[in-house]
């Protein structure tokens, strides 16, 4: 399945990229990544959905595997992977299987997974990604189908952290059937950096069907990688399966190293062995288990416990109408609806709390221009260096949008908001409470302000005299007294104004 | 209080004891029990006798009003080792499942815990019901209580054993090939299959999950009608149930005028003996006797059933027994070396030799390579079984067979060659296949022994074809109880009481 010529990413050329590449070799990488879908129950029976508890405190005897059990599915999980299915632009059978994929581990009660095998859920979708430089890669999507997660091991003493050398190993079933969604990538993908923006776009994406947590860290969002390399213009070299990357970092840092380690071993003559790879962020490399459990023959065969699923037309209608506006569609709109370029509307549409954040404010606020420059500005920024999510931040579209009407009604310098802002994020407190305590507020009283001016004219005779008679320059020492006088926060406009007219321009 | 004689009671008889005051449940309950401790010993149908359990539940419905009780409240039953009990060992007959403890109740076990009845205990089988003679039991010989030198059939030999030996007044097993139905023709009682669907197969210790159905073995047909109702239905967590279209309620037909049976041609060939076939020829006067019709059929596709069988079953099998790996129930064998001497050692220890060849089987039929000749062709010859079976309903209503091509046989005598055992479910097996109903009733006797007769249904037809049944039964009146002395080596508790 290779790529068209009008395909961007193979129009590069030899450069792998991301630091990972040398030339004359480029990276062909595909996708296999896991979803774990935030449904109440498991997929096949009604344990509920938890994270973080007890050991075996959410389990039957039917994600225990006991003798007699049988599955149920979970019919939440069904439109869950229909709605992500959609969202890549899938076909949606109209006729869907489970099969079983038969495998000894201890993790696996039943010693199968239900799973999926020649008649997935979805077929034949595509991602659009938006490189660093802003062209667009297309990667293909080669399936999409539903199965169940498999409980965790803590392997206890030994040293090699696996199974075999381990005095002993406990299983937690907690997670265990938990429903996963599985995406399969086409091997669309040439460089680490590639391979990371498809994730995040993926992750930006299934977040904003509302169907998982893809929080890469806790699980939730799981990656696997087909890696291998060629000459350009060669067939397919033999593909590595790499593990074990759970964040964005690892997973472009694990692509480099392996691509690094097959350049290195071609390079010196060595064949590729088709193998999984796993990836140790501790060291930064990828090393080979090369364990006998390793030569698999999974024996699917089709699942007997389980009718087909018939997804009727008026169903994947029904989810297709629930769908949230997609990034894509969104990015559009937020250029044509509020002038917004290409990529500005394309960061707030990627992350759409953000994007919520930015619509709310232009909303409340009335000005795009100034909105969509704090949200992309000052506002992103205090989120990067605080480490917060959108909904976690302090400063709500109202606090922000009452900050934004201190400065269109001249109360607050632009400056000034700035300032205000800061303390807004650190302390919590709205902007009024903030410009009060501070005596930040611009004076553009012209009472209090003319009271002043009065003063000072009467005080200063001399430069008055001189001012009327011509002296231009003189103006500027009174505004200098004013602002002495008011602690720099008269509004230097009306004290122009209010200066004129009591000192008498000349010939005024 | 006159002394209950259990021999030749029928569950409806239990049911009208109860009824009309004539006995309390405890009573019924002990003269089980003491039938039991007079006859097990040579029978050896029982792996569980839960007589505590039986006795406190048949106190629990003595203590109700009668008004208040339920039809079948109190009366006992005797229960396949491959159906989960809360709280009762379960083991399959296999040593890999010794000591485990159901923490759940089978569908069919709360139904019928619902229903007031009382479990006995549990039956012998073949291990994890693969097997025709119950002699891959791990623990113990069931006999056969016509013939103490002869099997029970299998897999379900312990609950026809325990049937015809009047150890119980029914039983529950479970049919994946013929488990119910040629034990019942080999002891002399009725069996039944239910159309696939029917029942429940929630807590069902899964063999062949596409194939495998619980069902009734029993003294009479009216018996079979009534516990297919108290078992039958949809359930929800058995996602291939679909329950009966209605109740068999209570056969009562009188003849079988109106319908037309069709004699299976490819089931009289050689391979059934020659005792069976006349009485089978007999049944078949009776048939016409009684109003119905026979004429000759042809299914070509059925003679193709047992090599189909024997690779669709093992595959699902090869792939049920897997969870039985030393990891959370059940044996291991410690210590080991590592994880997979644990697998290797525990499931070489745990599993008898009948369970080990047919999960190689199943494992070799589904591997890379090979699917497409296996696996997958045998799917294809199950079709072309319901093609068949699907042509044959347009002429007739019911189809009819020997059960068993032979009686029973010694004990022994085919444990060493598995091909002659597998032929001993020749007229079954593609009736699972087609996941029709087929009813076995004793139709007579060959040499002394019990010959059964096989009514097949279309699928959910099992009103009408119980009601058929009824008939014939009626007519025939063939007896369902072993002449059984107590048998030597036995305590008798009887003179005690």
């Not at chain 1, 050398?165 to 969604?181: C, E, K």
């Not at chain 1, 937020?334 to 709310?360: C, H, V």
């Not at chain 2, 109700?64 to 039809?71: F, G, I, Q, S, Y």
């Not at chain 2, 309620?249 to 319908?259: H, M, W």
Request: glycine share 10%.
């Amino acid at each position: 399945m290779s790529a068209g010529p009008a395909d961007p990413g193979r129009a590069r050329g030899a450069g792998v990229g991301g630091g990972a590449g040398r030339d004359g070799w480029e990276a062909v990488i595909g996708l296999e990544i896991h979803v774990q879908l935030s449904t109440r129950t498991k997929m096949f029976c009604g344990c509920e959905v938890t994270f973080g508890e007890p050991p075996n405190t959410h389990v039957c005897p039917v994600c225990l595997g006991h003798p007699g059990v049988l599955p149920v599915t979970n019919e939440k999980a069904v439109e869950y992977a229909t709605r992500i299915a959609l969202a890549l632009d899938c076909r949606i059978a109209k006729r869907t299987i489970f099969h079983r994929k038969n495998y000894f581990y201890p993790d696996l009660p039943k010693a199968y997974q239900i799973s999926q095998y020649d008649l997935p859920l979805g077929v034949g979708g595509h991602l659009d990604v938006e490189r660093d430089d802003g062209s667009i890669l297309r990667v293909g999507i080669t399936r999409v189908h539903l199965e169940e997660d498999a409980g965790k091991l803590v392997h206890a003493g030994g040293a090699s952290g696996r199974i075999d050398g381990a005095d002993y190993s406990l299983v937690d079933f907690n997670r265990g059937g938990t429903p996963l969604v599985e995406i399969v990538s086409e091997p669309d993908i040439s460089t680490p950096d590639e391979a990371r923006a498809c994730v995040m776009q993926l992750r930006n994406l299934v977040e904003q069907l509302g169907v998982s947590d893809v929080n890469m860290e806790e699980g939730s969002l799981r990656c696997d990688a087909n890696v291998s390399v060629r000459r350009p213009g060669d067939p397919f070299g033999t593909k590595t399966e790499l593990k074990n990357m759970n964040s964005f970092r690892f997973l472009q840092r694990g692509l480099e190293a392996e691509i690094e380690r097959q350049i290195a071993a071609l390079e010196s003559g060595e064949r590729i062995v088709q193998e999984t790879v796993h990836f140790d962020p501790a060291t930064g490399t990828v090393s080979t288990l090369r364990s006998k459990e390793e030569a698999h023959d999974y024996r699917y065969f089709p699942e007997p416990d389980l009718p087909p699923i018939e997804l009727a037309d008026a169903f994947v209608e029904r989810v297709r109408a629930s769908l949230p506006e997609l990034p894509a569609a969104r990015k559009e709109r937020l250029m044509a609806q509020y002038g917004l370029s290409s990529k500005e509307a394309g960061l707030l549409a990627a992350n759409k709390p953000l994007g919520d954040y930015f619509e709310g404010l232009a909303a409340a606020a009335g000005d795009v221009r100034t909105s969509a420059n704090w949200v992309l500005g000052d506002f992103s920024a205090h989120l990067n260096a605080a480490g917060l999510e959108v909904a976690q931040s302090p400063v709500t579209v109202d606090r922000l949008a009452e900050l934004l009407g201190l400065v269109s009604r001249g109360t607050l310098s632009g400056k000034m908001a700035k300032e205000v802002f800061e303390a807004m994020a650190g302390t919590g407190k709205p902007a009024g409470e903030i410009v009060a305590e501070k005596g930040l507020g611009q004076i553009s009283d012209a009472g209090e302000l003319e009271a002043i001016v009065v003063r000072l004219v009467a005080a200063n005779p001399g430069p008055a005299e001189e001012f009327r008679r011509g002296r231009e320059r003189v103006l500027g020492f009174f505004v200098g007294q004013v602002m002495k006088e008011t602690r720099g926060q008269a509004n230097p406009q009306l004290v122009n104004e209010l200066l004129r007219r009591h000192l008498g321009g000349p010939g005024g | 209080m006159a002394r209950i004689d259990v021999t030749g009671l029928t569950a409806h008889g239990c049911r009208d004891l109860l009824a009309g005051g004539d006995a309390s449940a405890v009573e019924l309950t002990r003269a089980y029990l003491d039938r039991i401790a007079a006859v097990d010993g040579s029978v050896q149908a029982y792996l569980t006798v839960d007589e505590e359990g039986a006795l406190s539940a048949a106190a629990a419905v003595d203590a109700k009003p009668r008004r208040e009780r339920l039809p079948w409240e109190g009366v006992p039953i005797a229960l396949k080792d491959i159906l989960c009990v809360k709280g009762m060992e379960t083991t399959c007959a296999s040593r890999i499942l010794k000591g485990y403890v159901p923490p759940y109740d089978a569908t069919v076990i709360a139904k019928l815990r619902a229903a007031g009845l009382v479990f006995l205990g549990k039956l012998n089988m073949d291990e994890f019901a693969m097997g025709s003679s119950t002699e891959n039991s791990a623990f113990q010989t069931t006999r056969n209580p016509w013939d103490l030198d002869r099997v029970p059939g299998g897999s379900s030999g312990g609950s026809a054993a325990c049937v015809a030996a009047a150890e119980a007044p029914w039983a529950l097993g479970s049919d994946t090939g013929g488990s119910i139905r040629q034990p019942a023709s080999l002891c002399g009682v009725v069996g039944l299959k239910p159309t696939y669907g029917a029942v429940s197969r929630y807590g069902l210790v899964a063999f062949a999950s596409s194939l495998d159905q619980i069902g009734p073995l029993t003294h009479d047909v009216r018996d079979a009608a009534a516990l297919l109702d108290l078992i039958a239905g949809r359930d929800p967590r058995d996602s291939t149930s679909t329950g009966l279209r209605g109740p068999a309620g209570v056969p009562a037909r009188a003849g079988l005028e109106g319908l037309r049976f069709g004699v299976i041609k490819e089931y009289l060939g050689d391979a059934c003996e020659q005792g069976v076939l006349e009485v089978f020829e007999s049944a078949v006067k009776t048939v016409g006797a009684l109003g119905g019709v026979c004429d000759e059929v042809s299914l070509p596709s059925v003679e193709r059933g047992v090599a189909a069988y024997y690779l669709i079953a093992p595959s699902e099998a090869s792939s049920n027994l897997a969870r039985y790996d030393g990891v959370r129930y059940g044996y291991r064998h410690a210590p080991s070396e590592d994880l997979y001497d644990m697998y290797v050692r525990t499931r070489s220890e745990g599993f008898g030799a009948e369970v080990k060849r047919r999960i190689m089987i199943g494992t070799y039929a589904l591997s890379a390579g090979y699917y497409d000749a296996y696996y997958a062709q045998a799917q294809r010859t199950r079709t072309l079984i319901i093609q068949d079976f699907t042509a044959a309903f347009q002429r007739f209503d019911y189809l009819i067979s020997p059960t068993s091509p032979t009686v029973a046989f010694k004990l022994g005598e085919r444990i060493a060659d598995p091909l002659a055992m597998y032929l001993s479910d020749l007229c079954t097996i593609p009736v699972n296949l087609a996941a029709l109903p087929a009813v076995s009733i004793p139709a007579g006797f060959a040499a002394g022994l019990p010959v059964g007769l096989q009514i097949i249904g279309p699928h959910f037809s099992e009103p009408g074809m119980l009601d058929a049944a009824y008939a014939l039964e009626r007519r025939l009146k063939v007896d369902t109880v072993a002449p059984l002395a107590a048998g030597p080596g036995v305590s008798s508790a009887e003179g005690e009481r």
